[in-house]
């Protein structure tokens, strides 16, 4: 049992160093072709964030661990709007743009009955599985997402930032390939003594990926929007949330069902109401601040919120 604790703890720090050095390795090899920060920021590190969930993801689908697939994906989801926003809402109260209220948030509540409508088949053959064919649905949203990301920064002028340590083509190399093996390794290490603790204690895949797997890999996510907060970069603390939890519903669940079909176990029901009723609370409570702002009470309200849902999930077992 030490052992496993001991890799799951070796997982976790691979797969944040791991999602670190591919963004620092991508985010040079773009800059040497002249890309932007902005549309860097929006794919490569929205995409390093989530990296960790997506490498989990493809190893449980793969070893037919269904339960730890949708648990990661749903349960990062929930971390990410409460506990996420709600820590660095209480560090510093968060401006929040405009356009992201009333076009990002919409945006991910859209994700979430998308997935919901496929994960419980109301149209198709009647049965709880997300086919292969869903799984190619989610990933053209997700391109018809990446679409919109890239026509809204083509409306702003694009400033370019000096870089202030430059990489060598090896150096880039390195990193990317070190990020990739970190990725893989700690993922492998995350969901293989995640699945031999549940088991030891008895635990269902579906709590462990719900609580252990999901607050892990969400790690690269609570790190960036708590730095974000502190030095008042608001667009990167709730865009980074916000945009992570579109990634991991378009792209990560559509990837897992390609690699196999899974199916669905409906209990995931409450926690997908959960993270609908939390996004559509995030959009009441901007929409109707003047200042469009997540003020701290707003924050513990979520903090609040996912503490009553965690302890109400650990009475289950």
Do not use: C
Request: charged share 10%; net charge positive.
């Amino acid at each position: 049992m030490l052992i496993n604790i001991t890799l799951l703890i070796i997982g976790f720090l691979l797969l944040i160093k791991g999602a670190d050095w591919l963004v620092n390795g991508a985010s040079a090899l773009a800059k040497r072709f002249n890309i932007s920060d902005i549309i860097i920021g929006l794919t490569v590190v929205a995409f390093g964030t989530s990296a960790p969930e997506l490498v989990v993801n493809a190893i449980a689908s793969y070893s037919n661990h269904q339960d730890i697939v949708f648990g990661n994906v749903i349960g990062s989801n929930n971390f990410n709007l409460f506990v996420i926003l709600g820590i660095t809402g209480v560090i510093f109260p968060i401006s929040v743009p405009v356009n992201t209220v009333r076009k990002d948030i919409p945006i991910s509540f859209a994700a979430i009955i998308i997935m919901f409508i496929l994960t419980n088949d109301f149209f198709f053959s009647g049965k709880e599985i997300l086919s292969r064919y869903d799984g190619l649905i989610l990933l053209a949203f997700f391109l018809l997402f990446l679409k919109y990301v890239y026509n809204q920064f083509k409306m702003h002028k694009a400033q370019e930032e000096n870089l202030k340590k430059h990489h060598s083509s090896i150096q880039i190399i390195l990193l990317i390939l070190a990020g990739l093996a970190g990725l893989v390794f700690g993922g492998k290490f995350v969901v293989d003594s995640a699945i031999e603790i549940a088991q030891f204690f008895g635990i269902s895949e579906k709590i462990i990926g719900l609580t252990i797997v999901a607050a892990g890999t969400s790690l690269p996510e609570l790190a960036t929007s708590v730095v974000a907060a502190i030095k008042k970069n608001n667009d990167i603390a709730v865009g980074n949330v916000i945009g992570s939890n579109i990634f991991n519903i378009f792209l990560i669940l559509g990837i897992s069902s390609l690699i196999n079909p899974l199916n669905f176990n409906p209990v995931f029901n409450i926690d997908i109401a959960l993270l609908s009723t939390g996004t559509i609370l995030l959009f009441l409570f901007l929409f109707f601040s003047k200042s469009f702002q997540i003020k701290r009470w707003m924050a513990a309200v979520f903090l609040i919120i996912f503490i009553s849902y965690t302890v109400s999930l650990i009475r289950t077992i």
